[in-house]
């Protein structure tokens, strides 16, 4: 049973557009969510994390939105650049010290 | 330079044979994971570990062992493989578990024939 999910399996926009990444979660209990970046062959990399006592984190040209009353966290990237060309997942956490990830979305950004 | 490794990176073996997969990190992280990633269904958490001798059971945990004697190590073992096994394993640490993300390492690529 999949808690955190993404329904958008993959994503292409033009460069310097904007990039909205969405994501789905069905635990109320969760209260720390992040997305991760990832490369082919390369391990998962860190790009943005948000707790539940706040609804927009921001760092550089990412941002997350968190809307705790629909479960629903998205990731904008403006602009975006064809480096930001990578699957991306949206991770969620708990009390329970269990983290748990979404299925991913492949982003192209088109030059 | 701050790394979590991982050994094998690829590895093909047949049904039933024992192995290990190593993890190792050099942050002095309390907080480490073990991942699958498949097709479709993301990555899933097999078994994580707070502390040294404290492991708990992940989403997937059937079919692997875990043991935590040092703080850098957390081995995966696959005591009888199976097919349903050959995934992409990654191994994760982090300076604890809420509120801090996770260092993965490159992956290993496993084949159970």
């Known amino acids: 049973d999949q808690q955190v999910k993404q329904n958008s399996p993959s994503l292409s926009v033009q460069e310097g557009r904007i990039s909205i990444l969405n994501c789905d979660y069905t635990?109320?209990?969760?209260?720390?969510f992040l997305w991760y970046k990832k490369y082919p062959a390369e391990g998962p990399t860190f790009l943005i994390s948000i707790s539940s006592i706040k609804d927009k984190n921001e760092d550089g040209r990412f941002t997350v939105f968190l809307n705790k009353s629909a479960k629903h966290l998205s990731l904008h990237i403006v602009p975006s650049q064809p480096g930001d060309s990578a699957v991306y997942f949206c991770?969620?956490?708990?009390?329970?010290?269990?983290?748990?990830f979404g299925t991913g979305t492949s982003l192209t950004v088109i030059p | 330079e701050a790394q979590v490794t991982q050994n094998p990176r690829y590895l093909i073996t047949v049904t039933g044979k024992k192995l290990t997969v190593t993890c190792s990190q050099n942050?002095?992280?309390?907080?480490m994971s073990w991942y699958r990633q498949d097709p479709g269904l993301g990555l899933r958490q097999i078994y994580y570990s707070m502390n040294v001798e404290v492991t708990d059971k992940g989403d997937v945990p059937e079919g692997y062992k875990v043991s935590r004697k040092e703080k850098r190590n957390f081995p995966l073992i696959l005591e009888s493989p199976s097919p349903n096994q050959t995934s992409l394993y990654f191994c994760?640490?982090?300076?604890?578990?809420?509120?801090?993300?996770?260092?993965f390492g490159p992956g290993t690529r496993l084949t159970v024939l």
């Open positions: 635990n109320s209990m969760f209260d720390y």
């Open positions: 942050m002095n992280h309390e907080y």
């Open positions: 994760a640490s982090s300076s604890r578990s809420w509120g801090n993300e996770q260092f």
């Open positions: 991770a969620a956490a708990g009390p329970g010290n269990q983290f748990y």
